[in-house]
Nanobody, 122 residues
Framework: QVQLVESGGGLVQPGGSLRLSCAAS????????MGWYRQAPGKQRDLVAS???????NYADSVKDRFFISRDNAKNTVYLQMNSLKPEDTAVYHC????????????????WGQGTQVTVSS
């Protein structure tokens, strides 16, 4: 099994910053792409940012130049630094990872964390 555990969410005022972390553990040979998605009440889950094992990044237009994704491959951990937060950033943020579980299998399996609440409000 593979577990993803997020941390770092909370309540912050507009203009503030938060840093989310997501640690993957369990039966892992390697992790391909890792990413952050968010889901606001009544809306679909959307990609916020993703990062490949080589460090290539992709961001939603709404968070470019405010949010920054990074990863520590040795720790199987991905981070999301969120700056200049806006009320519209309020959502549950979910971590995602494409995991290769064994050296003898090239299959990539998709895993999700339980999510961490981010609320931006004065």
């Amino acid at each position: 099994q593979v577990q993803l555990v997020e941390s770092g969410g909370g309540l912050v005022q507009p203009g503030g910053s938060l840093r989310l972390s997501c640690a993957a553990s369990g039966s892992i040979f390697s992790i391909n792409t890792m990413g952050w998605y968010r889901q606001a009440p009544g809306k679909q889950r959307d990609l916020v940012a993703s990062i490949t094992v080589t460090g290539s990044t992709n961001y939603a237009d709404s968070v470019k130049d405010r949010f920054f994704i990074s990863r520590d491959n040795a720790k199987n951990t991905v981070y999301l630094q969120m700056n200049s937060l806006k009320p519209e950033d309020t959502a549950v943020y979910h971590c995602n990872a494409l995991v290769r579980r064994a050296i003898w299998s090239s299959r990539l399996q998709d895993y999700w964390g339980q999510g961490t609440q981010v609320t931006v409000s004065s």
